[in-house]
């Protein structure tokens, strides 16, 4: 099962993105584990995740998260304005994915 974390200032606005991520795994055969949470919580839930992906109102705390993400192995990135303005959550489960692809 794939662990994909999203992390947000406060954890509330990327609540509607997890959903439709869920949604487009499910219909994809995809078997995921996506959560949100806030900044303050997101270094503790890198451990059990296999990706990180930041709301792109964080994406200036990339290399603040960089460093334990490098000890995990874990990817991380920020998520695509456009991707998260429309709650694309089609986009943003394909780039969670190429990231733990690569």
Do not use: H, N
């Not at 947000?8 to 795994?25: D, F, I, N, W, Y």
């Not at 990817?75 to 943003?92: K, L």
Request: aromatic share 4%; glycine share 6%; proline share 3%.
């Amino acid at each position: 099962m794939k662990q994909i974390l999203l992390a947000c200032s406060s954890g509330m606005s990327t609540s509607l993105l997890v959903k439709k991520m869920q949604e487009v795994a499910k219909e994809k055969g995809i078997e995921a584990e996506i959560w949100a949470v806030s900044q303050d919580k997101a270094e503790t839930d890198m451990e059990k995740a296999d990706v990180l992906l930041l709301g792109p109102q964080m994406r200036f705390l990339k290399r603040k998260f960089s460093k334990k993400a490098d000890e995990l192995g874990l990817p991380i990135d920020s998520i695509d304005p456009v991707a998260y303005g429309r709650v694309d959550g089609e986009a943003v489960l394909e780039k969670a994915l190429e990231l733990m692809a690569d």
